[in-house]
């Protein structure tokens, strides 16, 4: 079974219409799937509008984020309800796409040896409406990663991924609170050795503008998550070393 996770926390405007595209494009190909989504206490209509979906399809499961408020708790939240062996991370504003979804699914069914599939935004020029104070800090900052982790992966910061669930039990603990855990989950994977593929994916922006004060925060707290993930890997790689 497939879980997908979906963090929520004021999306009205979006959630109804992302329950239905992605529930209605994973029923058409027969897939067994639950979607649970796991909301970071709104204050809007959300919750009810989830809440209702809920009542009337068996595939969609809803929670309340009841740790400490974070998209990435609301994540860690999600791995602890989900079932499937396998688990996708999407957003609720349907700024992934539904078909990329399934075919990150048939790409890991496919490939047993498979950890996980990364998405890339950038290798064929599927991204709409990024700010471009934000594409250059994302595209500097993804840079420096490459380098610190010796790797061709370029999109560590896409939070559209699909994991083995297993995996994302075998890296845990999971420390990030909040949208750092889309740079905690892969680097952990790739320094720990998992094995992962890397597909293009389609993304479009759906926010009506990022202040560049949020994406400085992000920046201090990406930091911090990447200092993390090194000397994970480093205790990691040592570890190894020591069971020769």
């Known amino acids: 079974m497939l879980s997908i996770i979906i963090p929520t926390f004021q999306e ?6 992302t329950l239905k595209v992605i529930n209605e494009g994973l029923t058409k190909e027969m897939f067994e799937f639950e979607i649970i989504v796991v909301d970071d206490n709104s204050n809007d209509q959300t919750k009810k509008i989830i809440s209702n979906f809920s009542k009337i399809n068996s595939n969609i499961h809803f929670y309340l984020n009841d740790s400490s408020k974070g998209f990435g708790n609301s994540i860690v939240k999600g791995i602890e309800y989900s079932k499937g062996i ?4 999407m957003m609720a504003d349907l700024s992934d796409s539904v078909d990329d979804l399934i075919y990150y699914y048939t790409t890991i069914l496919n490939n047993k ?23 250059v800090v994302n595209r500097t900052g993804n840079i420096i990663l490459m380098k610190l982790f010796k790797t061709n992966y370029s999109d560590f910061t896409n939070s559209f991924k699909l994991y083995k669930r297993s995996a994302l039990k075998e890296i845990s603990p999971i420390i990030s609170n909040h949208f750092s855990i889309t740079l905690e989950l892969p680097l952990k994977m790739i320094a720990r050795g998992y094995n992962y593929k890397v597909v ?10 990022v202040s560049k004060m949020q994406i400085l925060n ?9 200092v993390y993930c090194l000397i994970d890997k480093y205790f990691w790689n040592k570890r190894l070393v020591i069971k020769r």
């Open 12 to 17: 009205e405007k979006s959630i109804k219409n």
């Open 86 to 89: 396998y688990v996708a991370i």
């Open 113 to 135: 040896k498979l950890d996980c599939v990364f998405g890339d935004r950038w290798s064929e020029n599927s991204v709409k409406n990024y700010p471009f104070f934000k594409k």
């Open 200 to 209: 293009s994916n389609k993304w479009e922006n759906r926010e009506h503008g």
């Open 218 to 226: 992000s920046i201090v707290t990406y930091s911090l998550i990447t």
